[in-house]
């Protein structure tokens, strides 16, 4: 059964350093999301994107997040300068076409600022 | 708040027994997605049900809509102790993007 994958599943980084997430979304899925959960707290929606662009972000996706589809299969989150409070979990979602359909999301990457 | 919330916050039942987890939002919806949650890990897509449905049903898994109360549940029939987990709902808007709730844990004693 497709899945979505994401790599690395533990990253730690020293407050300051820049961060990329990869994501590989099921490979005929066109919708891509990136999600956070802080530990304990509730999943927490960043940024959808479909047709190469970003098409919503929350507040919580400032000028230090951003995203990227380099090629057909990866879906990358990059935090340019890390802070302690983007210690987090962090999920890749995909959906497939009309995207209203169902999410499926990816393991998870801790995050872990220190 | 759009979330969903759920309600109750833990629930702890013996093995055999059913679960039932509610969840409320105030904005409307284009669907509701319920997901599981291991401790620390991924989310498990379990069921959508979109606001023109009243119930769905997968496995032992019974999930319904009441789009006039804003309020959804999922039953878990016949619990194992595999079901502890905790259980989120999750509304999905006309953006698509997920509005999770706190969630329910769930704990299943053997």
């Known amino acids: 059964e497709p899945e979505v994958t994401q790599t690395p599943s533990h990253q730690v980084t020293q407050m300051g350093q820049e961060v990329i997430l990869r994501c590989v979304p099921i490979?005929?899925?066109?919708?891509f999301y990136w999600y956070r959960q802080i530990l304990g707290q509730k999943v927490e929606f960043l940024v959808s994107?479909?047709?190469?662009?970003?098409?919503?972000k929350s507040e919580i996706f400032d000028d230090q997040f951003s995203v990227e589809r380099p090629d057909g299969s990866n879906f990358t989150l990059k935090i340019r300068s890390t802070k302690l409070e983007d210690s987090a979990m962090y999920f890749c979602?995909?959906?497939?076409?009309?995207?209203?359909?169902?999410?499926?999301f990816g393991p998870g990457t801790r995050l872990t600022v220190l | 708040s759009q979330q969903g919330e759920e309600d109750p916050q833990a629930l702890s039942i013996q093995e055999g027994e059913n679960a039932t987890m509610n969840c409320s939002y105030k904005?409307?919806?284009?669907?509701l997605q319920w997901y599981r949650q291991n401790s620390g890990r991924g989310l498990v897509h379990l069921i959508l049900?979109?606001?023109?449905?009243r119930e769905k049903h997968s496995g032992r898994l019974r999930v319904t809509l009441d789009t006039s109360k804003k309020s959804s549940s999922l039953l878990i029939t016949a619990s194992r102790a595999a079901d502890t987990a905790s259980y989120f709902c999750?509304?999905?808007?006309?953006?698509?993007?997920?509005?999770f709730g706190k969630g329910t844990l769930l704990t299943v004693n053997p």
């Open positions: 979602a995909s959906t497939g076409a009309g995207g209203i359909n169902e999410q499926f």
């Open positions: 049900i979109r606001s023109n449905e």
């Open positions: 490979s005929n899925h066109l919708y």
């Open positions: 904005t409307s919806i284009n669907n």
């Open positions: 994107f479909y047709n190469n662009e970003i098409s919503e």
């Open positions: 999750a509304r999905g808007g006309s953006n698509y993007k997920l509005t």
